[in-house]
Each structure stands twice: as structure tokens, then as C-alpha cells.
């Protein structure tokens, strides 16, 4: 079992790479590469990120809090402690859809706890908010919205889900027909990236807590992994609900239209140990291991995604990464890669999407057992 170094603050324990088992020149010449392909995006995010999605106007448009975004950084750990490390870490940005793997440790406390009885309830018997009515969405479960397989139908703070359908992810993805109609299929046996349904999951999630998510990620995860106070999870301005007499926003899956999960990449990278470490942090089991087990079970139809975490299967999204190797991902772009083969967590920011597997490359190939 892992056992992270857990320092409070800023005191994170260090190694030489050569202590940890890297070749340094080798390992300088990874990050080097990570710092000089920085992603396309402009810094200037609140407007570029509607041209980013390319969505209608009645449909599309920002309603959530944006902010504009740093240079390229990161870090790179190993057996719990920082082997490298470059640019501004401690900067807090937007992280876009690795928001996605947060909401997932939420849902994974809720079943811990016995809020949630098991995945493949129908969400129905949980929210009677009218969101999971026949003759669509009755059927639908957490299993499926975790694995984005829920096929629901509706609309949450504006946005249809018609707005993603036909929506691709990836660096070769076609988006030419992302927002046009297709017909729905049976919950559970097609997938689709679609922030939408995500955020329906989000709301689902808050209606279980019945109580904010961020504040249940801070009290039960980052707290105690010894992350910084200075993160922030944010909704929309049109996304509260009344929950027992008091307005609680919901928070988005993502910074598609705004909002999602403000976090600096160090403490991107404790979640990131958390999760290498089968959700342990030194005495205390902060995730049980049956759950990360069940995060990280590749989806039926889409072996390559979890629970909102995805995975590293044949076909292989990183050819040059192990199997093994999992991934929170957002645009921009931002990752968390954990490799447990290598006892490896890296945590990056604002890279181009092509230079991703050339940087895991260059971090492999550094290491010298």
C-alpha cells in the first residue's frame, strides 16, 4: 500500500530524480517539452471558450464564472514526493472536466456512506424533482450517469441535452455535427460525452447530500489530504435549487459554459496520490477501495471510461502509457496521470492535447528502473 507524504501547506517532501529512479537530464527534457508545447487556447478565456465549443446562440454562451488562465506548469511524483516540478503550481485555474473525476469521488463518499444504497438504483428513487420521469428517464441509474451511458433527455439551466449529442472528445475528434439531433438509445448501452447529463448527475448528487458538494469535498477529501484552502467549485448563476428551506447551488461537472472546479495544480496532484493510493491517505481510508475498484471498471461500452475517470485500455488513448494508467482530463489543456506500474503521478497544465503521449514518453523514458 502507498503510503502518500502528507506535509501541510507548501512543505511537500522532495527526492532527486536520480534518488527516484530518473535519469535527470532525461526527466529535464520531459518537462521541457511539457513547458514549450503549451496548449493553443488563449489566456484570455472568458472569450475564448465560447469559440472553443462553437454552440448557438440560444443554446450556448457563458453563464458561470471564468477567469482567465496561467502559463503551462506542473509536477511530477513519485513514491509521494515531488521529483519535478515547473511553472506556477500553486496558481489556482479553471481545470474544465477534471471537474468530472471530483463529482466522481462525491458520488463514491455518498455510497460509502449508505446515501446512495447502490449504483445501479434508478436515480428516481432519490430525486423527486421531477428530472427522472417516464416515459425517458425513469430507467435511467447512477451507474449509467457515472459512466455517461444515461441517454437522458431534458434541460438544466438552459442548456438541452441536444446540445451535446454527437458531441466527440479527443484530439481528432469531429464536432461538425455536435448539437444535431440524433435518436436516443436504451440507458446503459450507448456513450456520450455529455456535460449536460453530468450535471444533472451533479444536481442528483446535491439532492442526496442535501447539503453543498464543495463543502463535501473539502470536510471529507481535500482536508484531509492536506490541500490548500485556496480551490473553488463553482455552478451558474441560474443553478440553485431551495434544499430544506435554504438556496444551495449546484456546481457544474465542468467549465463548459463557465464554472467547475478553480484548483492549483498541486493540489490537483494530492488528488491524484489519493487515487494512486486506492483512496488511503497514511491511517485513514478516505475512498474505499471498492469503490476506486469500481471507478476505474472500464464501461461496457466504452472500455477506455470509468466512472468519470479515464482509463487507459486497448484501444490505448496514450499509446506510450501503460494499461494501468488512468486520468482526470479537462480542456486546455489539463490532467492528472496516475500510473500505478511506476508509482508515478503527474500533475499538468495548459499542454496541447498532442503533445500529451510525447510528454508521458519522455517521462518513461527517463526512468532508469
Known amino acids: 500500500m502507498i503510503n502518500p507524504s502528507h506535509y501541510p501547506g507548501d512543505q511537500w517532501a522532495r527526492i532527486a530524480p536520480q534518488e527516484a529512479g530518473f535519469h535527470p537530464d532525461r526527466l529535464k527534457n520531459a ?7 503549451e496548449t493553443p487556447w488563449p489566456r484570455d478565456l472568458p472569450k475564448s471558450i465560447p469559440l472553443n465549443y462553437n454552440e448557438p446562440p440560444e443554446y450556448g454562451g ?27 503550481t500553486s496558481r489556482v ?16 463518499l455518498a455510497i460509502d456512506r449508505g446515501l446512495i444504497r447502490d449504483v445501479h438504483d434508478p436515480v428516481r428513487d432519490y430525486c423527486s424533482d421531477g428530472g427522472f420521469e417516464p416515459p425517458y428517464n425513469h430507467q435511467i441509474t447512477w451507474h449509467h450517469l457515472l459512466q455517461q451511458t444515461s441517454e437522458w433527455q431534458g434541460t438544466l439551466w438552459g442548456k438541452p441535452d441536444l446540445i451535446d449529442r454527437n458531441r466527440e472528445v479527443g484530439t481528432r475528434a469531429d464536432n461538425s455535427r455536435k448539437g444535431t439531433y440524433r435518436d436516443l438509445r436504451p440507458s446503459g448501452t450507448f456513450w456520450e460525452y455529455n456535460d449536460v447529463r453530468v450535471n444533472r448527475l451533479s444536481l442528483s448528487l446535491l439532492r442526496v447530500w442535501r447539503r453543498p458538494l464543495p463543502e463535501v469535498l473539502k470536510e471529507f477529501i481535500l482536508d484531509p489530504i492536506g490541500a490548500s484552502s485556496t480551490w473553488e467549485w463553482h455552478g451558474y448563476r441560474n443553478s440553485c435549487v431551495e434544499i430544506d ?6 456546481v457544474s461537472g465542468g467549465g463548459h459554459w463557465g464554472g467547475g ?8 496532484a494530492r488528488f491524484g496520490l489519493l487515487m494512486l493510493s486506492r483512496g488511503r491517505w497514511e491511517d485513514a481510508q478516505i475512498l474505499s477501495e ?25 484501444p490505448k488513448r496514450y499509446p506510450s502509457a501503460p494499461p494501468s494508467s488512468f486520468f482526470a482530463l479537462g480542456a486546455g489543456h489539463n490532467l492528472i496521470w496516475i500510473d500505478p506500474d511506476h508509482d508515478l503521478v503527474a500533475a499538468v497544465r495548459w499542454i496541447a492535447a498532442e503533445a500529451i503521449d510525447g510528454f508521458l514518453q519522455g517521462v518513461l523514458g527517463a526512468l532508469t528502473e
Open 31 to 37: 518537462v521541457d517539452y511539457a513547458f514549450q508545447h
Open 93 to 108: 485555474d479553471m481545470t474544465f472536466s477534471v471537474s468530472k473525476s471530483f463529482l466522481s469521488a462525491c458520488a463514491g
Open 62 to 88: 457563458i453563464i458561470g464564472r471564468v477567469k482567465e488562465r496561467g502559463g503551462p506548469n506542473g509536477l511530477i511524483v513519485r513514491g509521494g514526493r515531488i521529483v519535478a516540478e515547473w511553472g506556477d
Open 245 to 250: 428551506g435554504r438556496q444551495i447551488q449546484s
Open 261 to 268: 472546479i478553480f484548483i492549483s495544480s498541486r493540489d490537483q
Open 290 to 314: 471498492p469503490w476506486v475498484e469500481r471507478a476505474l471498471t472500464p464501461c461496457d461500452v466504452n472500455p477506455g471510461y470509468g466512472y468519470l475517470f479515464w482509463l487507459n485500455r486497448a
